[in-house]
């Protein structure tokens, strides 16, 4: 079992940046791809961006490439994802993913990944 908490969400205004965390329990962070997806009010969940289990392969959705970085410190069990040069089209609620053990690469979709935290809600005002 894992469980993920995410943090640093906020209100922000445009252009500002924003740091989001994402606190794993468990001994197996280390081996577990993991994502940071995003839903919006009305829309469906997608993916924001993704990193593989050692950090050495990242993806981005084509909507943040340039403004948001994701990481992942395996001996502090936490993915972040830094937030820059934000727009109010970014406003969402987003959610920290974990795939199950040992996969390679990256994954885009929501049914790639088997846990989910709670959601953290970032709003950009314009």
């Known amino acids: 079992q894992v469980q993920l908490v995410e943090s640093g969400g906020g209100l922000v205004q445009a252009g500002g940046s924003l740091r989001l965390s994402c606190a794993a329990s468990g001994r197996t962070f280390s081996s577990r791809p993991m994502g940071w997806f995003r839903q919006a009010s009305g829309k469906e969940r997608t993916i924001v961006a993704a990193i593989s289990r050692g950090g050495g392969n990242t993806y981005y959705a084509d909507s943040v490439k340039g403004r948001f970085t994701i990481s992942r410190d395996n001996a502090k069990n936490t993915v972040y994802l830094q937030m820059n040069s934000l727009k109010p089209e970014d406003t969402a609620v987003y959610y920290c993913?974990?795939?199950?053990?040992?996969?390679?690469?990256?994954?885009?979709?929501?049914?790639?990944?088997?846990?989910w935290g709670q959601g953290t809600q970032v709003t950009v005002s314009s």
């Open positions: 993913a974990a795939r199950p053990p040992d996969y390679s690469g990256t994954a885009v979709y929501t049914d790639d990944y088997n846990y």
